[in-house]
């Protein structure tokens, strides 16, 4: 089995990321494929209905009933295209530490 890691905007843009090192790693990859367009799209929509208020990936992850290896992934993919961005506030998570709040970028379509 050959492992490649695909970027965000390459040929294949809807392949997530996966640890070049990791058969299981490349596995997950490829069995969340299907679905990585609209769970991304799920995290644009969620930072663009909170706009200028944002929100720290737990928020997210609690607002969007998604796993944090699912959503974290797939905001940084949003980042890597640049249509979200980190603010310098932060907010305490669930677990009281603090964390950076992410927003929509304003042109994001």
């Not at 720290?56 to 640049?82: A, C, F, K, Y």
């Amino acid at each position: 089995m050959s492992f490649e890691q695909f970027g965000f905007f390459q040929d294949d843009e809807d392949f997530p990321p996966y640890q070049e090192h990791s058969e299981t790693s490349f596995a997950a990859a490829e069995e969340i494929e299907p679905d990585v367009a609209s769970l991304r799209g799920r995290v644009l929509a969620f930072l663009r209905e909170r706009g200028d208020e944002g929100a720290t990936d737990d928020e997210m992850q609690v607002g969007l009933h998604m796993n944090p290896s699912t959503q974290r992934p797939r905001r940084i993919e949003l980042w890597h295209g640049n249509l979200v961005r980190r603010t310098d506030a932060k907010r305490p998570t669930r677990s009281g530490r603090s964390a950076h709040v992410w927003v929509a970028e304003k042109t994001a379509c």
